[in-house]
C-alpha cells in the first residue's frame, strides 16, 4: 500500500503562487505514475496534472497549462504542483494520486491511491 500526504495548500491571492507537495510512503513508489487532481464545492474531481516515474513525461489540463508545472523527486518519494497566477476559479481541494503504469493516466478511476487533499483558496 502506498500511503500519500499532501502539503502546501492556503489562502492566498488572485495572482500568487503556491507549490504542493506530496510525499509518498510504504511500499516501493518506483514505476508509480502521480497525478493531481481537484475538487472545487459541487463540481466533479478533474484532472490537473500527472508525470511519470522517470519524470520525463508529463500532462497538464488545458484549464492550467502554462500556470502549473508538476515535477517529481524519486530520492525523496515527493511530487510537486507548482502553481502560477492562481484565479479564484482554481479554489479547489487539491488531491495526490498515485498509480503503478508506464502511461500517465488522466481519468480518477484509474489511480489507485489518494492523499486526504488539501485546500487551496484564491481570493479576488
Known amino acids: 500500500q502506498v500511503q500519500l500526504v499532501e502539503s502546501g495548500g492556503g489562502l492566498v491571492q488572485a495572482g500568487a503562487s503556491l507549490r504542493l507537495s506530496c510525499v509518498a510512503s510504504?511500499?516501493?513508489?518506483?514505476?508509480?505514475?502521480m497525478g493531481w487532481f481537484r475538487q472545487a464545492p459541487g463540481k466533479e474531481r478533474e484532472f490537473v496534472a500527472g508525470?511519470?516515474?522517470?519524470?520525463?513525461?508529463?500532462n497538464v489540463a488545458g484549464s492550467v497549462k502554462g500556470r502549473v508545472t508538476i515535477s517529481r523527486d524519486n530520492a525523496k518519494n515527493t511530487v510537486y504542483l507548482q502553481m502560477n497566477s492562481l484565479k479564484p476559479e482554481d479554489t479547489a481541494v487539491y488531491y495526490c494520486?498515485?498509480?503503478?503504469?508506464?502511461?500517465?493516466?488522466?481519468?480518477?478511476?484509474?489511480?489507485?491511491?489518494w492523499g486526504q487533499g488539501t485546500q487551496v483558496t484564491v481570493s479576488s
Open positions: 510504504g511500499r516501493a513508489y518506483s514505476g508509480y505514475v
Open positions: 508525470i511519470n516515474w522517470s519524470g520525463r513525461v508529463t
Open positions: 494520486a498515485a498509480v503503478r503504469s508506464d502511461v500517465v493516466r488522466r481519468r480518477d478511476d484509474e489511480y489507485d491511491h
